[in-house]
C-alpha cells in the first residue's frame, strides 16, 4: 500500500489517487474516440497505484506505472499524450533560465542587460528592479501566456516580440501620445489628488511634468507632448502680470513692455523647471520619462505667438545643455525634441524663421531636434475621408494611422467633432520580423522568399493578436491617469478599454529589420542601387503594407507598418543568424544588421542622396517618423 510519494525537491506528501484519476483525465482532451479513457478506467489504474506493494513511490515511479497501465488498457494514443506532456514539463523545468537571468543581471556578467535599452542604466537600483520584475514576467509570458511556436520563433530570432517583459500584466500598451489639453483645461486625478486647472504657464509646466512621469509609469513605451497644449497658459500669465502693473498707475506702454518682461522670465523658468524635473525624476521602469515635446505652430492659431515663445526657449535651453554631475554642459537624453517645418517658419521671410534658425544650430550642437515636413505629412497621412493630417510621432519614434473622429470613444472633454484625433491615442504593442532570416532561409529561391515570408507574416500576425487580446477586457481602474482622468480617456470606473481598441483609435505594429541584408542575399545589390535591388525592395515593404491592410479590414483593428527602432534586437537577430546560417560574407558577417529600411552605415553614400534614396521606402513605412522634407 502506497501512503506517502517523494517529489522532485525530496519532500514528501501524501498519497493522492484522485490526483492520478484526474491527470489521466485531463490527458483525455489530447486524443480522440475509443482512445480516450473512461471515468472508471482512470480511478482503476489509480487505485492499482495507490494498491502496489510499496510504501513510498516517487513522482516519476507513479508516471512510469501510469504509462505501463495505459498501455495495457491498449489506450496508446493517450499514454503517448500522457508521456508527450511529461517531457513539455521536464523540457519546461531544464529550460526555465530565470534563477541564471537574475543572477548575471544583478553580478552584471551579461552584457545585454547593458544594451537592452539605451535609455537604461542596469547598474542602478531602480533599473535592476524593473529587470528583475521583467525577468518574472518574460518567464511567466514565455512558459504560460504565449504559443509555443512563437516562443521559439522569438528566440531563434525568426521575429521579435517586443517586451515580453511587460506582457504578463494584461493592462500595459506600448506608447501614445498624451491629451495634455483636455487635462490641463478640465483637470485631472494624480494618485487621488485633483489637480485643477492652473493659471500661469508655470504652473502648468510643472503639472504638465507630473503628469507625464504617471503617464510614463504606466505604460512601457515613449510618451509624446506638444507645447501647444501649454500656449493657452502663457496668455494667462502674461495678463496676470500686465493687470499687476495696470493696478500700480503705469502707463499702458510700460505695463505691456514690463508684462511681457515678466512672461518671458516666466517661460524661462518654467521650461527649465519642466526640462529639469523630466531629467531628475525615475518612473517606474527604472528611468527619466521616456518623452518626446512637439513644437508645431500649425497645431494651434489663436495662440501661436505665445507657442512660439516657448519654442525658443526650449530650443535656446537645449543648445546650452544641462550640467552632469561634473558640471560639465552635456546632452540630455529627454525630452527628444520634435520641430515641424511649415510654411510659418521654412522661408527667410516667413515670420518665423528665427525659430528654424534656431532649431538648425541647436541640431548642430545637440543632433536634436528631430524634423517632420508638414508639407510631406500632408500627401502621405490622408485619413479616412481623403483628407491629409500633420501630427507628432509617439515617444518610440512611430506614427499612429491617421484617424478622423467619428464620435468620441475616449469620452474626451474636449472632443470636437469632425477633427483630426491624435492626442489620446496609443500603440497596443510591436512585433517584428527578421527579414534577413526569410531571405537566407529561402536559399536564394524566389518561389521559396515569397512563401517563408507569407508563413512568417501570419506568424507576426498571430503574435500581434496576442498583444490585442491581452488588452481587452482591460477595466479603466488598472491606470486611471490613462483611462479614467484624461491622459487617454475619460471612461467610468469599471469601464474596459474595448472601445479603444478598435476602429482604428489604436494601433498595432508590424516592425521589420534587415531590409538591406534582405535584398543584398536576394539579389546582390542594395535596395538603394535604383535597379533590381531597389524595386526587389519596394516589393518586400508593399507586402508589409498589404498585409497589414489585409488584417485590418478583417478584424476592424489598425495593423500598421513600423520602421523599427530596435536597439538590441539588431544584436540579437545577427547573432542568431550566426547560429542558424553561419558566417555568409556581407550578411551575417557583422553583429548586427541594419535597422529597417536604412541605407547601412558603411555604404559610401552622401546625406541627400541617402534622404532621396530612403524616402521612397517611407512611404511603404508610414509609422517611421523620419519624414523627408523635401522642397521645403
Known sequence: ????????????????????AEAILKANKDVQG?????????????????????????????????????????????????????????????????????KELIDGTNDYWNTENSNKNAKVVTTQRDYLAGITSTDITRRFLLPEDVVKAHDEGIIHFHDADYFAQNALHNCELVNLNDMLQNGTVINGVMIEKPHRFITAATIATQIILAVTSSSYGGCTVTLSHLAPFVRDSYNRFLKRYQDRGLSEEQCKEFAMQDTKKEIADGVQTFNYQVNSMTNTNGQAPFLSVCMYLGEIEEYKDELAMIIEEFLKQRILGFKNEKGVYVTPAFPKLLYVLEEDNIHEDSKYWYLTELAAKCTAKRMVPDYISEKIMLENKINQWGEGDCYPCMGCRSFLTPWKTEGNPSKALDYVEGKGKYYGRFNQGVVTINLVDVALSSEKDMDEFWKIYEERLELCHRALQERHKRLEGTASDAAPILWQNGALARLDKGETIDALLHNGYSTLSLGYAGLYECVKYMTGHSHTDNGEGKEFGLKVMQKLNDKCNEW???????????????????????????????IVGGITDRDYITNSYHVPVFEEIDAFEKLKLESEFQRLSPRRSYILCRNT
Open 1 to 20: 500500500m502506497v501512503i506517502s510519494v517523494i517529489k522532485r525537491n525530496g519532500n514528501k506528501v501524501d498519497f493522492d489517487k484522485n490526483k492520478i
Open 34 to 102: 475509443r482512445q480516450k479513457a473512461s471515468v472508471k478506467l482512470a480511478k482503476e489504474i489509480a487505485r492499482n497505484i495507490e494498491n502496489f506493494d510499496k510504501q513510498k513511490l516517487t513522482v516519476e515511479e507513479i508516471q512510469d506505472m501510469v504509462e505501463k497501465e495505459l498501455m495495457s488498457a491498449e489506450k496508446y494514443d493517450l499514454a503517448k499524450a500522457y508521456i508527450l506532456y511529461r517531457e513539455k514539463r521536464a523540457m519546461i523545468r531544464q529550460s526555465n533560465t530565470t534563477d541564471i537571468s537574475i
Open 552 to 582: 485590418k479590414a478583417a478584424e476592424n483593428i489598425d495593423y500598421s507598418v513600423y520602421g523599427t527602432p530596435i536597439e538590441s534586437t539588431t544584436y540579437k537577430f545577427a547573432k542568431c543568424l550566426k547560429n542558424r546560417f553561419g
